[in-house]
């Protein structure tokens, strides 16, 4: 094999690998009861294949080679433990296992069991951060040198973040089950928001800065994907898929050359991915249609119509200030309202919004969030209240540092005086 | 009077434990391979406000032992409970420090905080969720907190 060949098999098998990744290691750990040590042999595993599948080709059943593979890995290391006794009963299991699964070992027959190993992952007694990093370790199969330049830490950070999220899980217990119903609905948005946090961590990347962090932005759909499969049942799933696809639709859009963000008013619609605004469409009919709506199915209901709205004028600011409300009803958060608040000054004239804004600013829970203040100040100056905007305006540039950004403000405000 | 200053779990002493250890040894238990799944052990750290306890004869301070009472018969009899004890007042803590061979003892705890330790159980579960369950029904959840932790088991 030439090198230049040799180079492009191991790019395929790496491909492979990380493809099965999330579901080997999971059945590995049903049968391991250890992630660390699951994460290990698995590695090992994949290491073989580097060896041995440019040899002798890869396997019908890549799956199967990886996991049986890595069994035997695990045997053999629990064989060179030194506590050895201790591990017989586990080394029985394991070579029972191994010699069932024989020569009909296909991928087919590998019960998924991702469900339980991302419950773990996003346990709620793990810290945001780590949730969020080994879920794209297990889960997505990134190595953690990936997910550290995603993050934007140093390799050893994220490496020991990793390693004390699998030692709690282990010492304290963290169970890897699918969780009873009474913990199901909690636990399940748990899983949503880890997978959403990971899209906006992507989404928050601009063009300038590392291709890795927009990475994030398709490993989450890939999770999303993966997760709405596994609970068909959950329209929220689909929903936040949905609204991941939505999002995406407008990234390569949002901003210009230089990494300066664009709004979305001023965005240039032709470089919107038609493809995926259809794709996010259809799913969260199907999800809507279920009958039981959430944050998600409204965040992307509201991404939606943004989406199929020929231009920004051509808004239907009604149904997305509808749509708000719902949203605040679930989810009462100032933000939210804020949200409301602009719909309803796009649909009904900057007038109407003016008491819910006066009314937010007196709460003072936004003072110091610089989007409402150039959201008041804007709605001000389209109400034609000149002195109130001017007021505003200079609260908004207390609070801005793009630079940019500073010279529009500067500039409104300019207007205000004049 | 000792309960000057009642703690909210002193009435723990006053519940029954015969029969408990007995009902432990008799519960069957899984012997494979998979140790994690076997019952683990935690210890769950109940910390409160003194400053804002009910005070003894009040009828917060009924409710308060009712409802510990209670959430205490309900582990016993489900054989979760390993032990659980109330403690005395901060005011009555000693902190040690051992530094180069000379013993150095003071008033009181190491650090100052809002939440003072009052009180523990040991229970056995199968797992956090478990435990987490548990914790969130000890009647001091409601106006404190409660810390799990893991006990430590050497192989």
Redesign the interface.
């Known amino acids: 094999m030439t090198p230049a060949s040799l180079e492009q098999t191991r790019a395929a098998i790496k491909g492979i690998a990380r493809e099965e990744w999330g579901r080997v290691l999971a059945s590995l750990v049903g049968q391991l009861?250890?992630l660390a040590l699951a994460e290990d042999v698995l590695q090992d595993a994949v290491v073989a294949a580097l060896g041995h599948w440019p040899r002798d080709g890869v396997p019908a059943q890549p799956r199967a080679w990886l996991l049986q593979t890595a069994r035997r890995k695990a045997i053999d290391r629990l064989r060179r433990d030194a506590?050895f006794q201790?591990?017989?009963?586990?080394?029985?299991?394991l070579h029972e296992l191994d010699r069932q699964a024989g020569q009909d070992d296909l991928d087919e027959s590998i019960a998924d069991e991702r469900l339980r190993l991302i419950f773990t992952c996003c346990?709620p007694?793990l810290a945001e951060a780590a949730r969020v990093a080994l879920t794209l370790r297990t889960l997505g199969g990134l190595a953690t040198e990936e997910i550290a330049r995603a993050f934007l830490v140093p390799e050893a950070t994220m490496a020991q973040r990793l390693t004390r999220a699998k030692r709690k899980i282990?010492?304290?217990?963290?169970?890897y089950?699918v969780?009873?119903p009474d913990?199901w609905a909690e636990r399940l948005g748990s899983v949503l928001s880890v997978i959403y946090l990971i899209f906006n961590e992507g989404y928050a990347a601009t063009s300038g800065e590392a291709p890795t962090r927009g990475e994030l932005c398709r490993e989450a759909i890939r999770l999303g994907r993966i997760l709405a499969q596994l609970v068909p049942e959950e329209p929220e799933a689909a929903g936040l898929l949905a609204l991941m696809l939505l999002h995406d639709s407008r990234r390569v859009a949002r901003s210009d050359a230089q990494g300066n963000l664009i709004t979305l008013e001023q965005q240039d619609r032709a470089r919107w991915d038609q493809g995926l605004i259809a794709a996010g469409a259809r799913l969260l009919e199907s999800a809507l249609a279920q009958g039981s709506p959430g944050p998600y199915q409204i965040q992307a209901a509201i991404s939606a119509i943004h989406a199929q709205a020929p231009s920004a004028t051509a808004t239907d600011w009604r149904q997305i200030t509808l749509l708000y409300g719902e949203l605040y009803a679930l989810q009462p958060s100032p933000v939210v309202r804020l949200n409301a608040a602009v719909a309803l000054s796009f649909a009904e004239g900057a007038e109407a919004a003016l008491p819910t804004l006066a009314e937010l600013e007196r709460q003072g829970a936004l003072a110091s969030y610089q989007p409402f203040h150039a959201a008041h100040a804007d709605t001000l100056r389209r109400a034609g209240r000149k002195t109130a905007a001017a007021k505003a305006y200079r609260q908004t540039l207390a609070l801005t540092r793009n630079a940019a950004e500073r010279r529009f403000l500067e500039g409104r405000l300019g207007d205000m005086l004049g | 009077m000792e309960y000057a200053t009642a703690r909210w779990v002193h009435f723990l002493r006053n519940v029954d434990f015969k029969g408990y250890h007995s009902s432990i040894k008799g519960r069957p238990r899984w012997r494979g391979y998979n140790r994690e799944s076997c019952q683990m052990k935690y210890m769950c750290l109940i910390y409160g406000d003194e400053a804002k306890h009910p005070q003894p004869g009040t009828p917060e301070m009924g409710q308060l032992m009712q409802d510990y009472m209670a959430f205490t018969k309900d582990i016993q009899e489900k054989s979760v409970m390993v032990a659980g004890d109330p403690l005395q007042p901060v005011a009555t803590a000693t902190t040690v420090r051992v530094r180069g061979g000379k013993t150095d003892t003071t008033d009181g705890p190491f650090a100052e905080t809002k939440e003072q330790l009052g009180g523990y159980y040991i229970l056995e579960c199968k797992d956090l969720d478990e435990a987490i369950a548990y914790a969130a029904r000890i009647p001091t959840a409601a106006s404190g907190s409660i810390e799990v932790r893991p006990i430590m088991v050497f192989d």
């Open positions: 009861r250890d506590n201790a591990k017989r009963a586990e080394l029985a299991v346990h007694a282990k010492a304290a217990g963290i169970p089950e969780p009873e913990l």
